[in-house]
Structures are given as structure tokens and as C-alpha cells.
């Protein structure tokens, strides 16, 4: 009886031991076996596989270790095995990458593609990866106009576990857009608006400026450009709904179509500024104001003018005070109310501003386009306009900045993602120009140079009757202000020619200090010095009466040392193809700070462009001048005004302007003092010729006169009087032309026909020229 009720005891205790030992004893017996591993400690592999709560790698166990492990990258292959209380791991390791490279890659450079790329030197070779590097490859090249590209990634031994990863790049054929349409647009045509974005049909200039290439990126700037465009014209209601590329195998390349609703023409009507902040005095902000009743409404003067009130409240003290136009439509009469409503916003930092993206530009570049730096309050209004600044500046195919919280409530992040784009430039031209013969030019250079944002230029240039060389470098933030400096070093040589009989040298410098005033207004000092020289035949030397006396007498080096300033006004849309707005140049130079020669020169260019329909400009230009000597000198032959196709076309170089008419001499014009020009011209579109060719067909009307011979008519060793003819007769002439906006700069090509003239100018029908439109 005792011994059974021992047994019983021994039972019931058995059955009462607590399940976490059973778990603990199974758990001491059971072990994990790594097999396989070279570089990996097998205590790392271990560290991925969690038992259960019995202490036994079970199924899920060991479902989650094998993903854990692969998830590393670190191995090719896992495989889990159970040999009795022992679970085996068996391993295969990735190979290490000693070298990551590309081939084939002609149209974006290595740099690029590592950029975007996964896989790096000195990582594990993970398949799923390099599959996804392909891909981000093959988008790279889309973005590029690129989409027939193939990649091919090859992997080389090198032995010991280590591999070359090759991306064998096959570009393809560019894909580029072939045509491109605007649906829904009634009041601008199809031109006035294929102007307005960076997109282009391929044309025979498409090898040149790249504008056809198909890029996503660029496509939506576009239609962002499109609704702003429209914007500023007074459609406010303006939409373009949708801009789809379509592939057309038919012509091997995409059809870019965007869809636009127009809606109507607003016109602005009670502008006002309501202040809701005490001690700022609303009426010396209104008339701050861009905007004004009555006008057309203009999306761009309601941002410039939320701009300026934005600076002068930070100007008057009051940082976080926030001007938000508020606009009310009044559909039925098509005008739109506006009140900058000035309310005092809440007490935000910058925390700081990150830059992305920037693999060339220097931070430094960027971040000083920016009116605000970390720990100062956020302004909105100063964030847009860094944005607009450096999309400005053409360094980048896109600029996006965005807000993020910071570390704290009161502070935020200022994010800047750009993508660069070249800034390069290297031309090879030729041609034929009416002053210089035939003519060969290369030029070399680059808008940021080394990322600095510094611009470096250089150009030769060998002509029939001429040569140069210019080399000029620029700094647009000098001393880290918002002075612009800049530097050029020169030099020409022009022979006699059809039309002088004396050649020029000029050898020298220019140093230039340039400040903005306003967004429109800006003015640029000057100082120059500089050897000037005229040369003569030698022949003309030894056979008089064709001796040119007056030139005999000024020929020889003089020293100009001379300073000055340019005003420039410029509200052009459009600096390449303008539309509408004005430019104005004022010029005015002061020699005889030290050299050999003393004059005072002032001139002026003002130009007026007016939208007449979608297809037709008109320009008006008037351009005037006047050089005097002082400290008892007279004007310098070389720097004398010379009438020529450059003010009336259809008149030779030196056509027109005071002549030596003297018996037995060359009949030199001998320039002028003064002198002035005018011209109306029509530029229009020519039909069958597509926009994106940049040709013009234009019409116009000049006339001016160059007058008042500010040089002797008596020389030494000689008893003769120079004849002077110097008459202040308008010459004026009618013609036809065209204009080529090529990649090399404005070109036109003019046939006019005098209509007044004096007996003694010199005529020429065709000019062929190069320089603004």
C-alpha cells in the first residue's frame, strides 16, 4: 500500500512540473549549424533566427530567419535544413564589388548614372539590385529623349569571392518628339504658345539646342509655363488640363498634345491694401503697389508686387508680418478685386536650408539666391522668389523648393531639390558679314564654370578684312554682394578694306561693376583702357596725291583710359524672341583719366515691341549719340560715329556721315560727332516654316544721319584744305529681311532700297548682320 501510494505521489508531481522547464530542456537541445559562411561571423547568422515560445525553431521560426537573411543582400542563396535536434543553415555569399562601371554610355556621363545607381564599389553584388539599377538607368534615358535604350548588366570574376559589375548601355535612337499640339486655345496661336515652353518638334536645329528631346520633367515645366503664361495675360481662370505624349511608331517618335481651357479675359478692378497690423501705415504700402484698377489683370504683378511688400515690411520691422492678396472674381462684369491683406503671421525660424541634387553647382551658389538664411523668420514670398531666381539662372532643368516641419513648432526646413543640366557652349561658326568678309569664329564657354556660378567666355574670330580675340570672365556675386564683377581682355584688327582705306588696331581691358536696382532696372560702371591705332598701306605712303593726308596725320598709337556706366531698362517678355516690352541702353563714357585722349561719348538704343496679332510684331527703335572732345582736343578718327547698315540699312559700312571729298585722296568717311537713327519694322512669322526654326520674314522703314565733323580739315606738310562734305541730310531706305534666332545668336539678312540720300554716300542693298533683334 505504501509503495503504491509512492508511486501515485511520483505521478502527480511528474504531471505538476511547469511547462517552461520542458521548454528549457527542449531548448538546451536544440542548435543551429551555419555551414557555408567565409565573411560572415556565424553568431551574425544566428542573430536572425528567434525561437519559438517552446524554445523550437519551428516553421514560422524559420520562415523569418531565411527572409531576414536574404533581406541583407548579403547572400546569393539560403537554404534551412533540420538533421534531428540540429537546424542547419546553408549559405551561399554574395561576391563583393570591387569595381561598378559603365560602357556604352555616350549621352550621359558616368557621374550621372553612379549617381542614381544602388549598386557601389566595396558592396555585396545583389541581383534584385542591379535589376532595379537597370530600370533607374533606363528612366535616366527616357528623361534624356532616349526611350529605345537597352542595358545589359555583365558581371566579371575577379576571384575570391570579389566581381567587376559592368552596365553594358546600348543608347539607341533619340526618341524625340515630332509634333506637338494645343488643343482648346482660341485666343493665343499655336506659335505664340510653342514660344512659350522649352519643348520643341525636331527641326534642323534640334541637333544644336536639344529642345526635342522627350523629358517627363520637362514636359510638366511646361504646362506649368503654359497656365502661368496665360496668367500674365489676363486669363486667370486659365487650365491646361492635360499635357499626354503619345508614341507613333508611324513617325518614330512622340506626339506631345496639351489640353488648355482658356476661360475669359479678366481685367483688374478695385486693388487695395487692408492692414490688420498696428503701427504699419497702409498708405505708404499702397503705393507700393504693381498693380493698378482698370488693367488688364497680370498674375506676374500680383507676385511682384506681393514680393516688394514682402521685403519692406521685413525692411519696416515687422518680419512675420505676411501680405496674401485676396482675390474676388466678378464673373458677369470679367473683373477681379484684389487686397494685399497684411496680417501679422505666426513666429517661424529657419531652421535651416538643404540642398539636394546639386552634383556640380557649389551649396554656396544656391543657398546666396536666397534673401534669408538659418535663424531667420520664414518668409514665403522671399522662398519664391529664390525659387524664380534660380530657375533663372539656367543652371538647373528643374528647381523645386519645400517646406518640413523642424525639430521644434516654431521652426521649419527649407528643402532644395535642383537637377543640373550643361552650361557649357562650344561653337564653331561661319559666314559672311558685309564689314568683315568671310569670317570663321569658335567659341568656348561656360555659364558656371566648376560649379562657382562664375562665367568664363572666350571667342576667335578670322576674317577676310578682320581678327579677334576676346577672353572674359565674370563674377555675378562679388565679394558676396550683389554686385556683379567682371573682366575682358581684347583685341582687333580691321584692314583696309572696300570701304576704308585705313585699317584700326585696338588692344586692351575692361573692368565692369554691375548692381541691380529694381527686378527691371539695373547699371553697370565700366573702366577701360586700351591702345587704338590707325594703320595705313604703305603703299599709300609713297605716291602722293593719293596720299589720305587727314589719316597720314592721326595714324600711330594713342592710350585711351576712359570710364562710364550703363543704365539698362529692360521689361521684355522674352530676351531671345521678344513680343512686348521695352529695352532701353544708356551708355556714357568719360576718357582722359590718364592715355593720350579726351572726349566725352553718350549714347542711347531704345527699343518698343508690341504684339500687333498672333503672328505679327511691330518694333520701334530710336538710337542717338554724341561725342565731344574737351581740354582743348578734338574727336579721334577711330572714335568718331560712322553711318552705316547698323542705322540705315541699304548703305554700305562708313555709307554715310561727313567725307573727305579732296581731289586725289581716298574719299574716307571721316565720321562724325553726332548722330541718329529711327526704325519701324513688322517681324512676322512666315507660314509653312515651322516656329521652332526661329525664322522671321520682317519689313521696315529707317532713316537717321550722322553729322558734325568734330576733326582738323588742316594738317602739317601739307597746303591743302580738306573739302569736307558734311551734311546733315536724313537718309532713310525701305526693305525686306530675315531674321534666324539661331543657337549662335540673332542673324538676319536685309535687301533695302535708299530713298533719300546725299550724292556722295555709298549704297549697298544686302547686309548681312549679327546681334540683338
Known sequence: ??????????????????????????????????????????????????????????????????????????????KIERTGERLVVHLHEAPVLDRVAFEGNKKIQDKELTAIIESKPRGALQRAVVQSDVGRILEAYRHAGRDDVSVSPKVIDRGNDRVDLVYEVTEGAKTPVRQINFVGNQVFSKRQLAAVIKTSATNLLSFLTGGDAYDPDRVADDREQLRLYYRSKGYADANVTSAKAEYDPAIKGFTLTFSIDEGPLYHFGDVNVVCNVPGLDSEKLRRLLVTRSGAVFDGNALDKTDEILAIELSKLGFPFAQATPRITRDASAKRIDVSFVIDQGPRTYVERIDIHGNTRTRGYVI??????????????????????????????????????????????????????????????????????????????????????????????????????????????????????????????????????????????????????????????????????????????????????????????????????????????????????????????????????????????????????????????????????????????????????????????????????????????????????????????????????????????????????????????????????????????????????????GALSINYAMPVTKAPYDVTQPFSFGAGPL
Not at 560572415?40 to 524559420?62: K, L, N, W
Not at 552650361?423 to 560649379?451: H, Q, R
Not at 550703363?566 to 522674352?574: A, K
Not at 582722359?592 to 520701334?620: A, C, K, M, P, W
Open 1 to 78: 500500500m505504501q509503495t503504491a501510494i509512492l508511486l501515485l505521489a511520483a505521478v502527480l508531481g511528474l504531471l505538476s512540473t511547469p511547462a517552461f522547464a520542458v521548454e528549457a530542456a527542449a531548448q538546451v537541445r536544440e542548435t543551429i549549424d551555419v555551414q557555408g559562411n567565409r565573411r560572415i561571423d556565424a553568431d551574425t547568422v544566428r542573430s536572425y533566427f528567434h525561437p519559438a515560445r517552446d524554445g523550437r525553431f519551428d516553421d514560422a521560426a524559420r520562415d523569418a530567419g531565411l527572409k531576414a537573411l536574404l533581406a541583407t543582400g548579403l547572400f546569393d542563396d539560403v
Open 367 to 744: 543657398r546666396r539666391e536666397f534673401d534669408i538664411s538659418e535663424g531667420d523668420a520664414y518668409n514665403q514670398s522671399l522662398i519664391d522668389r529664390a525659387e524664380r531666381r534660380l530657375k533663372n539662372l539656367n543652371y538647373f532643368k528643374t528647381v523645386k523648393i519645400t517646406r518640413k516641419p523642424g525639430s521644434v513648432a516654431d521652426r521649419v526646413i527649407v528643402d532644395v531639390e535642383v537637377t543640373e543640366q550643361s552650361t557649357g557652349e562650344f561653337n564653331i561658326a561661319g559666314g559672311y558679314s558685309t564689314t568683315d568678309g568671310l569670317l570663321v569664329e569658335v567659341k568656348l564657354g561656360d555659364s558656371n564654370f566648376l560649379g562657382s556660378g562664375d562665367s568664363v567666355k572666350s571667342s576667335v574670330s578670322y576674317g577676310e578684312y578682320s581678327r579677334g580675340v576676346d577672353l572674359s570672365a565674370s563674377e555675378p556675386y562679388f565679394l558676396g554682394t550683389r554686385v556683379s564683377a567682371g573682366i575682358e581682355l581684347y583685341g582687333k584688327q580691321n584692314d583696309a578694306s572696300p570701304y576704308q582705306s585705313y585699317g584700326t588696331d585696338v588692344y586692351g581691358a575692361t573692368l565692369q561693376l554691375g548692381t541691380p536696382i529694381t527686378e527691371q532696372l539695373g547699371v553697370q560702371y565700366h573702366y577701360s583702357l586700351y591702345d587704338q591705332n590707325v594703320t595705313l598701306d604703305p603703299a599709300s605712303l609713297v605716291a602722293p596725291p593719293s596720299l589720305p593726308i587727314q589719316q597720314a596725320a592721326l595714324a600711330g598709337p594713342q592710350l585711351v583710359s576712359a570710364i562710364g556706366e550703363t543704365v539698362t531698362y529692360n521689361t521684355l517678355d522674352n530676351n531671345k524672341n521678344p513680343t512686348d516690352g521695352i529695352k532701353s541702353q544708356l551708355t556714357q563714357d568719360l576718357a582722359g583719366l590718364g592715355g593720350d585722349v579726351n572726349f566725352l561719348r553718350t549714347t542711347e538704343d531704345l527699343r518698343y515691341y508690341h504684339s500687333i496679332n498672333d503672328d505679327v510684331v511691330s518694333l520701334v527703335r530710336v538710337q542717338g549719340g554724341y561725342i565731344t572732345g574737351w581740354g582743348g582736343q578734338q574727336v579721334p578718327l577711330i572714335n568718331s560715329f560712322f553711318g552705316g547698315p547698323t542705322l540705315v540699312r541699304g548703305f554700305a559700312p562708313n555709307g554715310f556721315g561727313p567725307r573727305d571729298l579732296t581731289p586725289g585722296t581716298t574719299m574716307d568717311n571721316v565720321g562724325g560727332t553726332m548722330y541718329w537713327a529711327s526704325t519701324l519694322e513688322l517681324q512676322s512669322a512666315i507660314p509653312g516654316v515651322p516656329q521652332e526654326y526661329g525664322l522671321k520674314a520682317t519689313a521696315f522703314v529707317d532713316s537717321g544721319s550722322v553729322f558734325n565733323y568734330g576733326g582738323p580739315t588742316t594738317f602739317p606738310g601739307s597746303t591743302q584744305t580738306m573739302q569736307l562734305a558734311n551734311s546733315n541730310i536724313v537718309r532713310s531706305s525701305v526693305g525686306v529681311g530675315l531674321i534666324w534666332a539661331s543657337p549662335f
